[in-house]
């Protein structure tokens, strides 16, 4: 299995990036598909994640409303579009995939795979 996560860059406050997450190696049905992100000396926070078959997102409070996870089966590719950033959406971004049969999909431990993770950063 193999994520490749790719968009990140530098932008600045209020501004907008599109991340993406190329997935191959398997058939991803039934998989959730998350995106998470670190900040320097924090631990790894979930930031949204969907169903790769289709139904409901799910987002952090922090991120709700502006970002939005969408994926096309089609490509294979998960984005994550990020709007009205702020500089405490700073933060290396990583892309998931796992199937969250013991532990919720918000949780990192929902995942056993993961993609190598793109900088974002936002400046003031």
């Known amino acids: 299995v193999q994520l490749q996560a790719s968009g990140g860059g530098l932008v600045q406050a209020g501004g907008s990036l599109r991340l993406s997450c190329a997935a191959s190696g398997r058939t991803f049905s039934g998989y959730f598909m998350g995106w998470f992100r670190q900040a320097p000396g924090k631990e790894r926070e979930f930031v949204a994640t969907?169903?790769?078959?289709?139904?409901?997102?799910y987002y952090a409070d922090s991120v709700k409303g502006r970002f939005t996870i969408s994926r096309d089966n089609a490509r294979n590719t998960v984005y994550l579009q990020m709007n009205s950033l702020k500089p405490e959406d700073t933060a290396v971004y990583y892309c998931?995939?796992?199937?969250?049969?013991?532990?919720?999909?918000?949780?990192?431990?929902?995942?056993?795979?993961w993609g190598q993770g793109t900088q974002v950063t936002v400046s003031s």
């Open positions: 969907i169903r790769w078959s289709g139904g409901p997102a």
């Open positions: 998931a995939a796992g199937r969250a049969i013991v532990s919720s999909s918000t949780t990192p431990q929902a995942y056993g795979h």
